[in-house]
């Protein structure tokens, strides 16, 4: 491809970013992680559907004509034997609903919550069967049967809202945290290793500032990603099983598998990495070696950490803290925990662009300003006195 090698000011910004996917892609650690998200996964479904069919699903049949009542609860756990699982129907409780309707003496409406635990498929089943037994009632009863019975299907009925994220956003914000917290580690190495031999300044001479900077952030980031799509791809995969599970995995797995919210938390999750990485490289950039990374970068991961808690306790039902949707820092988790109002999302998605914006500009001109010596340095005769070098040229 032309732009990767030809004059185009992207192709150093693509060997680098390159360079640095080769480099943590050949490590036993990567392949380690990549496995950890699936396997879990794997292990997780098969253990739930093997221990399923020792416990009945209760679920809940609603209909003012008895009879109605009585035929769903033999066809719903007809489906229910198709599906490998068990039933336990009752005409009250809170347990996910079927409600049925007599329209006319042939007709019927049948309602199905959102959350109940049987497939399209399955519901369709219900449905035919419920046609099918009516009509052979009739048959014997009346003498030609008369007309076909027909049940229409309503739309499902959502849940009331409960004010709590489902446990499937709650995952996925434990897999941003951890995935975010290890890629930032490695990024970190990948900036002070160059820093502390020496070899930034070879770099420099190939490369502007920007293009180092956003190609360490693209291969790390890269990495990441593949790591990340790893483990949601396989829970996204799981809930293909969903309609063959119940209780809560089935709700996680149902959960993971939306479309629209595996989208949005890829693009939450590339936010995330350009604002935090992006002040990764600056840290990097600005120390000396390793220890003194590692010591820059504490306060960085402290927040991180912060992030993590407060977005548990947010989790728990803690309405005080919805305000840290607008703080960059936490507004990764908290977007991811549960979507806000249109306005307020689009919000704090401005700010942590803005952020990250403010981020990368620090970073390129922190790693132009320190390429041959440390921004700063400590006076041997007062360690608590700082006299900024002059910069080279």
């Given at each position: 491809?032309?732009?990767?090698?030809?004059?185009?000011?992207?192709?150093?910004?693509?060997?680098?970013?390159?360079?640095?996917?080769?480099?943590?892609?050949?490590?036993?650690?990567?392949?380690?992680?990549?496995?950890?998200?699936?396997?879990?996964?794997?292990?997780?479904?098969?253990a739930v559907g093997a221990a399923q069919p020792r416990a009945a699903t209760a679920v809940t049949v609603q209909s003012a004509d008895p009879a109605l009542a009585a035929a769903a609860g033999r066809a719903l756990r007809q489906a229910a034997g198709v599906?490998?699982?068990?039933?336990?129907?009752?005409?009250?409780?809170?347990?996910?609903r079927l409600r049925l309707v007599r329209t006319s003496q042939s007709g019927a409406e049948a309602q199905f919550d959102a959350a109940f635990p049987l497939s399209p498929a399955g519901r369709a089943l219900v449905l035919r069967t419920l046609e099918r037994?009516?009509?052979?009632?009739?048959?014997?009863?009346?003498?030609?049967?008369?007309?076909?019975?027909?049940?229409?299907?309503?739309?499902?009925?959502?849940?009331?809202?409960?004010?709590?994220?489902?446990?499937?956003?709650?995952?996925?914000?434990?897999?941003?945290?951890?995935?975010?917290?290890?890629?930032?580690?490695?990024?970190?190495?990948?900036?002070?290793?160059?820093?502390?031999?020496?070899?930034?300044?070879?770099?420099?001479?190939?490369?502007?500032?920007?293009?180092?900077?956003?190609?360490?952030?693209?291969?790390?980031?890269?990495?990441?990603?593949?790591?990340?799509?790893?483990?949601?791809?396989?829970?996204?995969?799981?809930?293909?099983?969903?309609?063959?599970?119940?209780?809560?995995?089935?709700?996680?797995?149902?959960?993971?598998?939306?479309?629209?919210?595996?989208?949005?938390?890829?693009?939450?999750?590339?936010?995330?990495?350009?604002?935090?990485?992006?002040?990764?490289?600056?840290?990097?950039?600005?120390?000396?070696?390793?220890?003194?990374?590692?010591?820059?970068?504490?306060?960085?991961?402290?927040?991180?950490?912060?992030?993590?808690?407060?977005?548990?306790?947010?989790?728990?039902?803690?309405?005080?803290?919805?305000?840290l949707v607008f703080a960059p820092p936490f507004a990764p988790f908290m977007l991811l925990l549960k979507a806000p109002a249109p306005a307020a999302a689009l919000t704090a998605t401005g700010l942590l662009a803005a952020a990250a914006a403010v981020a990368?500009?620090?970073?390129?001109?922190?790693?132009?300003?320190?390429?041959?010596?440390?921004?700063?340095?400590?006076?041997?005769?007062?360690?608590?006195?700082?006299?900024?070098?002059?910069?080279?040229?």
């Amino acid at each position: 491809m032309p732009f990767l090698t030809g004059p185009s000011p992207l192709a150093p910004l693509w060997l680098i970013a390159g360079r640095e996917f080769r480099v943590y892609v050949a490590t036993a650690s990567f392949w380690l992680a990549l496995l950890v998200g699936p396997l879990v996964t794997l292990g997780v479904t098969f253990a739930v559907g093997a221990a399923q069919p020792r416990a009945a699903t209760a679920v809940t049949v609603q209909s003012a004509d008895p009879a109605l009542a009585a035929a769903a609860g033999r066809a719903l756990r007809q489906a229910a034997g198709v599906e490998g699982r068990r039933y336990a129907v009752s005409a009250q409780g809170a347990a996910p609903r079927l409600r049925l309707v007599r329209t006319s003496q042939s007709g019927a409406e049948a309602q199905f919550d959102a959350a109940f635990p049987l497939s399209p498929a399955g519901r369709a089943l219900v449905l035919r069967t419920l046609e099918r037994d009516a009509a052979a009632d009739r048959l014997s009863q009346v003498p030609g049967g008369g007309p076909a019975e027909t049940v229409r299907q309503l739309p499902p009925r959502a849940s009331a809202p409960s004010g709590a994220p489902g446990p499937g956003r709650l995952v996925l914000v434990m897999m941003l945290w951890l995935t975010l917290t290890g890629s930032l580690g490695m990024l970190l190495q990948a900036v002070v290793r160059e820093r502390a031999n020496r070899a930034l300044e070879c770099l420099l001479a190939a490369a502007r500032p920007w293009q180092i900077v956003f190609g360490k952030l693209a291969g790390v980031g890269g990495v990441s990603f593949l790591v990340l799509a790893s483990w949601v791809g396989s829970a996204a995969l799981a809930g293909l099983a969903a309609p063959r599970l119940s209780g809560p995995a089935a709700g996680l797995f149902a959960e993971l598998a939306r479309p629209q919210l595996l989208a949005q938390a890829a693009g939450i999750y590339l936010l995330a990495f350009a604002f935090y990485g992006l002040v990764t490289v600056a840290v990097g950039a600005a120390a000396r070696d390793s220890a003194s990374a590692q010591n820059c970068s504490r306060p960085m991961f402290a927040v991180l950490l912060a992030a993590f808690f407060a977005t548990l306790a947010a989790a728990g039902g803690t309405a005080r803290l919805s305000w840290l949707v607008f703080a960059p820092p936490f507004a990764p988790f908290m977007l991811l925990l549960k979507a806000p109002a249109p306005a307020a999302a689009l919000t704090a998605t401005g700010l942590l662009a803005a952020a990250a914006a403010v981020a990368g500009w620090i970073a390129v001109r922190g790693l132009h300003l320190g390429a041959a010596e440390p921004l700063w340095r400590v006076r041997a005769s007062s360690p608590l006195s700082w006299r900024r070098r002059p910069s080279p040229g």
